[in-house]
């Protein structure tokens, strides 16, 4: 069957990534080479098996998934890893194109999807759709809800990929529009601006570029502004801070591995 083929296809793939990592002897958990390893400087926002805020976790959070393209694995520029270092009791690794049969997790996430589908719990997929809305407007919604769906915590999906990937991956996982209690959610206006403009003392772009300017921001950062903005009372400044710090870290470790960037060279006409 076609998913089968992918899934071989794409546990060859990571087979060959993480024989290579292994083979390096680089870090398996931040993915860098282990004389710029950031594990030590970036340890765990959420303490092992904590459910609750006071513990470091999530307040208004059930599961965060990080449905990721295989290609980012191990790549020295991702920075979706240093979410699920942060936050490993509450965030679920689930890798495009592998089955539920080799990956529990991808059932997980689309059981959350579907059970938001049917009204019974609530889902957030981060991606900007075009009937995506900021988490306040989507906030407002639910308040003529029951008490205990508005009290009960969210599940949040974030694709990490390329801007491409990450469109191919929304559309093969999650092809129904937003209803019962599933939501498309962006970033509040306000931050996207601020991210689009020129000043490049912006911290969270990524250090791949794009030409639009607000793509640049890397999934690290763009998961961070979003649980900002759920998070409106303070609950998450702490931790949000440490975010961004940890963000700085690993771009600067990436340059130190990766080296200054090649300059184009300029072909000169005839004299």
């Known amino acids: 069957p076609p998913a089968d083929r992918e899934t071989i296809g794409v546990a060859s793939k990571l087979r060959k990534r993480l024989a290579s990592l292994a083979r390096n002897k680089d870090c398996r958990r931040c993915w860098m080479q282990r004389r710029h390893c950031v594990c030590g ?15 470091g976790g999530i307040e208004k959070v059930n599961r965060l998934f990080l449905l990721t393209h295989h290609k980012e694995i191990c790549m020295v520029v991702d920075t979706a890893k240093i979410i699920l270092s942060s936050f490993p009791n509450t965030t679920r690794l689930v890798v495009n194109g592998i089955g539920k049969e080799f990956q529990p997790s991808i059932g997980e996430m689309m059981g959350a999807y579907n059970d938001a589908l049917s009204g019974s719990s609530k889902c ?5 759709t075009e009937d995506a809305k900021a988490f306040s407007d989507i906030e407002k919604e639910i308040c003529s809800s029951s008490s205990y769906f508005q009290q009960s915590k969210w599940d949040v999906i974030v694709i990490d990929g390329t801007w491409n990937q990450a469109r191919k991956m929304h559309q093969k996982y999650f092809p129904d529009s937003s209803k019962g209690g599933l939501h498309r959610v962006q970033l509040s206006s306000n931050v996207v601006e601020l991210l689009g403009g020129d000043n490049d003392n ?4 990524q250090l791949r570029r794009h030409p639009t300017k607000w793509r640049e921001i890397s999934t690290h950062e763009a998961t961070r502004l979003l649980l900002e903005d759920m998070h409106t009372g303070g609950q998450f400044d702490e931790q949000s801070k440490a ?7 690993l771009n600067a470790a990436a340059r130190r591995q990766l080296g200054p960037p090649r300059e184009k060279e300029v072909s000169k006409g005839l004299a």
Request: glycine content about 4%; proline content about 10%.
């Open 243 to 249: 975010m961004s710090h940890y963000q700085e870290i």
């Open 202 to 205: 912006i911290k969270g772009h």
């Open 41 to 55: 400087s970036c340890p765990p926002l959420e303490e092992e098996n904590a459910t609750t805020s006071c513990c």
């Open 124 to 128: 957030l997929i981060l991606f900007p």
